[in-house]
């Protein structure tokens, strides 16, 4: 298998209560050749001069497992990548995130796709609707 959940629901580490924990992550450190097709694609970084690439991820927390991954220009940024991923979410998942993802309307788009998330936020946010404690 390519990519997906390996845990089965007895594995230690992978589950808080009935839920499957699952991660977003985000990269912007990918340093690429710097090539003329790279420069087009990602342009160069203002930093160290190559081209940069953002890549975000899906994990399975506990086994690590890949469940999806994006890649791509890093003028996009994390939650623009994440919110391609969203189609591999269900409702049987807890979503852990940090502070970079404590946006409203990507909070609104993981939960709309059925997950729960339990964040930790920079600040306050405005949730865009009621919110369960269980």
């Not at 839920?19 to 990602?42: I, K, M």
């Not at 994006?70 to 996009?76: E, N, S």
Request: glycine share 12%.
């Amino acid at each position: 298998m390519l990519s997906g959940p390996l845990a089965q629901p007895t594995s230690q580490g992978v589950r808080f209560e009935p839920y499957r924990t699952v991660s977003f992550d985000g990269c912007a450190s990918q340093e690429v050749p710097d090539t003329e097709r790279n420069r087009a694609w990602l342009s160069r970084s203002a930093h160290n001069g190559y081209p940069m690439l953002e890549l975000t991820t899906l994990v399975e927390t506990g086994t690590r497992a890949l469940i999806g991954s994006v890649f791509g220009p890093t003028a996009q940024g994390e939650t623009s990548y994440a919110g391609r991923l969203l189609h591999l979410l269900d409702a049987g998942m807890l979503v852990l995130w940090d502070k970079g993802f404590d946006g409203s309307d990507f909070l609104a788009a993981v939960t709309s796709a059925g997950a729960q998330v339990l964040e930790r936020a920079a600040r306050q946010p405005a949730y865009p609707g009621p919110v369960s404690s269980g």
